[in-house]
């Protein structure tokens, strides 16, 4: 029994000190001068399109970390028309998606694999590609689990999303459902100390 209890332990550890490692959250965040700070938000701001300003999170917020997602945007047909139902992504460390970090579902709700999550609400989109789901900025508004690295998250960013739209043609039957693959990434935002 203590081997057992031991080797849980200790996979446990390694698997928080890889997660760190693959995310670059083993060392404590250098303090942040306003010059760097100044950068950051511009080099932020690059990564939207001019009509998705207001994506853009309150100037009290600073970037922690970026996640990518990878699933289905699940959708059930009512008779008339597509209703979006939920999303189910795994999310990852990195952008070939490799070190499977947590789980995005309904709510909409961030999980890590050590069970800290939250959820959010949505403050505004914009769709710079027609193809595609809108981007979004949501805000935080339950935190819940043992602590991690969601924990201090206040606002969400959904950008560069390919796929995700509900189907064009009716359904077959009412209560038939599809599951629209789609890729996106999330920016975690924390407010600045």
Known sequence: ?????????????LALLALCTFTGLAQE???????KQAVEVNYRAQDLPPACDALKPPSDQVAMFRLYAAGTQNYRWNGTTWIFVEPVATLYADAKYHNKVGMHYAGPTWETNFGTKVTAA?????TPEATAIPWLLLQVNKTDGPGGILTATTYIQRINTKGGLMPTAPGAIVGATAEVPYTTEYIFFRAKN
């Open 29 to 35: 965040p250098e303090p942040i001068n306003e010059t």
């Open 1 to 13: 029994m203590f081997k057992l209890g031991f080797k849980l332990k200790l996979t446990r550890a």
């Open 122 to 126: 949505r403050v505004t989109a914009c």
